[in-house]
């Protein structure tokens, strides 16, 4: 995940955070909630982020006019499945299975108000004291269907992390969260010293960093800490709200009395008094969402349910509710299954196709034996017997006999039977089905695509978003010509180096000579690259030449260091705002073709990388050949591409300088006409204003006038 901007953040951050007096640190230490700070970071990472929580607060206000009093009549609990990952860099900080055990535990009891300390609660607040309505149970099976105990462990070499999410990244020495749509996520780890924990609030887009990171230190029996950042993901806030001692403060719940400040340790005497509440009862420094001690936390109110009720209901979020991660897997002595086709799968390219399946033993028995069936579309059934050793839940790819497979869509279907022989203890697991599409030619060139219709992907275009996250799509904000334009929208995606690609359809080259592939690109930063480090989202384009499984790079540019593999269009080169290229902020990119003109099918794909950056903007992608004959005398190399063009036509001649220019159209009447002061070798011209139709191009040159016919699209 994310990497940058507030990589300054480190063991100096314990410096920042709001820590109590001197005489109270002991007792704190290790307490401290970090969500505030993790918020601004968020926010100079996702610059809508704001408008993100703003959009959820108006969500969860409607929910709660509408729902909150039925719910709360009707005291519902609703439970989630959560994943624990350990992160350790010594061995004090790889907590114990009961640890982590214990520390769910007294979650459940705080959320649901069951602990013994509740009859501390005082008595003026004891008929608003709730229950958040929320249960969490340690996930019993994975994202791939295996039995798991909801604990994965690694070790790190990173010896602390901060609030910048590093620990919810495997590529920066922490864990990648499990679907977040389907599990809750706690990193546990060794945060910089005087930080105990701090939480991702929710909105109505999906974060794949949402979920809670907490010290290894706060893990145990008491559940303060953790409680308090699960309230955050819940949309609790501060109670005294975040306003330094002002009392203009709020954390949104009106059944919470306004405090000056974040109570210190040790447990004050009740009631106690602030500057905000100056008459008994006084602050709730008893509840969950304050600081303070562990053994003074004992309530959340009616009010912060309904939030939190709002929040899991009502967000991006609400799919944790019906997630079957708490549902046990149960294993039968004998079960064989097929959970993937890895080919035929999407596209092919080939007939006959050679068939690749995995099976997976899921019971508990060795597996030493099967049958798979298999079929394409509805021909006839065919079967295969396969032998080996597997043990439980292990896996195996097999490959079948080949089979001829059309041009066209097919459902190619498999699944196992007779495992060891005998029946099969559950057969719900046994069928797997895959659907392709067998391209055995690419379409004829050329080839123009420019986003006009709003179909997208465009029919035939592939695209591939792994986190089902912002990825390639139309916008209609700017476009080179036309209305619409392929836009990543990387200002509001908070990743680092996570890759998003879309493959054109399959192209025949051998139908032009000379074949060139063109597009249109904008692209700004939107950090300053003087800075060490700098950061850019890149884009590359690559080639495959047999369906997909290899690809050759053609293109590949970023940031701003190197004139040869510059990305960005514009100068300056950066901006803190959202990106929106005018005309001239556009810049036409040529990549010669000419050593793959012999391919028939061939696939193209523009591939982006996220560096949490700024919008990168493709249009008028274009696969046409270099048109040209060298003129009866002169031994010119004149050529014009691309050809059909749409706004903008090259004209290049690699031996003798162009004069002058003028273009007619089919009737004979100059459209254009400009004499060149200072004679060149390559002109582009703008022809975005000509009419769509044929024209021809006299160009003069230092040994006579070269005619070539275009088409303007």
């Not at 944790?320 to 596209?347: E, F, K, R």
């Not at 719900?428 to 986003?451: A, E, H």
Request: a negative charge.
């Amino acid at each position: 995940m994310k990497t940058k901007k507030l990589l300054a953040l480190s063991a100096a951050l314990a410096l920042v955070l709001m820590l109590p007096a001197p005489d109270s640190y002991a007792q704190m230490q290790k307490e401290i909630c970090g969500t505030t700070e993790h918020t601004e970071y968020l926010k100079s990472q996702r610059p809508n982020l704001d408008n993100e929580l703003r959009q959820a607060e108006i969500l969860m206000q409607q929910w709660m006019d509408a729902n909150a009093d039925s719910r709360d009549a009707a005291g519902l609990t609703d439970t989630i499945p959560v994943v624990v990952h350990v992160i350790w860099n010594t061995s004090a900080e790889n907590v114990s299975n009961t640890q982590v055990l214990n520390t769910i535990l007294a979650l459940n009891q705080d959320h649901g108000r069951t602990n013994s300390d509740t009859i501390n609660t005082p008595a003026v607040w004891q008929p608003i004291s709730a229950s958040t309505g929320i249960q969490f149970c340690m996930a019993q099976r994975d994202p791939s269907g295996s039995p798991t105990n909801g604990i994965e462990r690694r070790q790190t070499s990173v010896s602390s992390f901060t609030t910048d999410d590093l620990v919810k990244s495997y590529a920066t020495g922490g864990m990648d969260a499990w679907d977040p749509s389907r599990y809750f996520n706690i990193w546990i780890c060794n945060l910089v010293s005087g930080l105990g924990g701090y939480a991702e609030f929710p909105t109505s887009v999906l974060s794949y960093t949402y979920g809670v990171a907490i010290d290894y230190a706060t893990i145990g029996s008491t559940g303060w800490v953790i409680s308090h950042e699960c309230g955050h993901c819940f949309n609790l806030r501060h109670i005294w709200g975040d306003d330094g001692g002002a009392c203009t403060g709020s954390d949104q719940v009106s059944d919470t009395p306004n405090q000056a400040d974040a109570t210190s340790s040790p447990c004050p005497s009740f009631p106690a008094l602030d500057a905000c509440q100056t008459a008994s009862p006084g602050i709730m420094f008893m509840n969950y969402m304050d600081y303070g001690s562990a053994s003074c936390k004992n309530m959340f109110t009616l009010g912060q349910r309904t939030r939190a009720q709002a929040a899991i209901h009502n967000l991006a979020y609400a799919s944790l509710l019906t997630s079957n991660g708490c549902d046990a897997v149960i294993l039968q002595p004998t079960d064989a299954g097929s959970p993937l086709v890895i080919s035929p799968s999407g596209l092919e390219c080939s007939d006959p196709i050679t068939p690749v399946v995995r099976i997976r033993n899921w019971g508990t028995n060795p597996l030493t034996s099967v049958t798979i069936n298999y079929r394409l579309d509805a021909n006839p059934l065919q079967t295969f017997a396969w032998n080996g050793s597997l043990l439980s839940l292990a896996t195996a790819d097999v490959t079948l006999p080949p089979l001829s497979a059309s041009a066209g869509n097919h459902t190619f279907k498999c699944y196992t039977s007779n495992p060891n022989g005998g029946a099969d203890g559950n057969a719900l697991n046994d069928t797997s089905t895959s659907s392709f599409n067998n391209i055995l030619t690419g379409q004829t060139t050329p080839f123009s695509y420019g986003f006009e219709p709003t179909t997208f992907p465009p029919t035939g275009w592939t695209l591939d978003n792994p986190d089902a996250s912002i990825s390639w799509a139309r916008t209609t904000a700017a476009a080179k010509t036309g209305v619409a334009s392929m836009r990543f929208n990387s200002i509001n995606y908070p990743c680092n180096g996570c890759i998003d690609i879309i493959t054109l359809p399959n192209i025949n080259l051998t139908t032009i000579a000379s074949p060139l592939l063109t597009f249109q690109v904008a692209y700004r930063l939107l950090s300053d690259p003087g800075l060490n480090p700098n950061w850019s989202d890149s884009l590359r384009v690559d080639i495959s030449t047999n369906c997909g499984t290899t690809w050759t790079n053609l293109y590949f540019k970023y940031g701003t260091t190197n004139p040869a593999t510059t990305l960005t269009t514009i100068v300056p080169s950066f901006s803190t705002t959202s990106f929106i290229p005018a005309q001239s902020n556009w810049r036409l990119e040529t990549i010669n073709l000419a050593s793959y003109a012999a391919i028939d099918n061939a696939l193209f794909r523009f591939k982006v990388s996220s560096d949490y950056e700024n919008n990168l903007y493709v249009d008028d992608i274009n696969i046409t050949g270099i048109t040209g004959i060298s003129a009866p005398a002169s031994g010119s190399s004149f050529t014009v591409y691309p050809n059909p063009a749409t706004n903008e036509l090259r004209i290049e001649d690699s031996g003798l300088r162009i004069d002058a220019i003028e273009i007619y159209d089919v009737i004979g009447e100059r459209v254009f006409q400009s004499r060149i002061l200072n004679p060149e070798s390559q002109i582009t011209l703008d022809v975005s204003g000509l009419t769509p139709g044929i024209y021809f191009i006299f160009v003069r040159q230092n040994q006579g006038v070269t005619t070539r016919k275009v088409v303007i699209q």
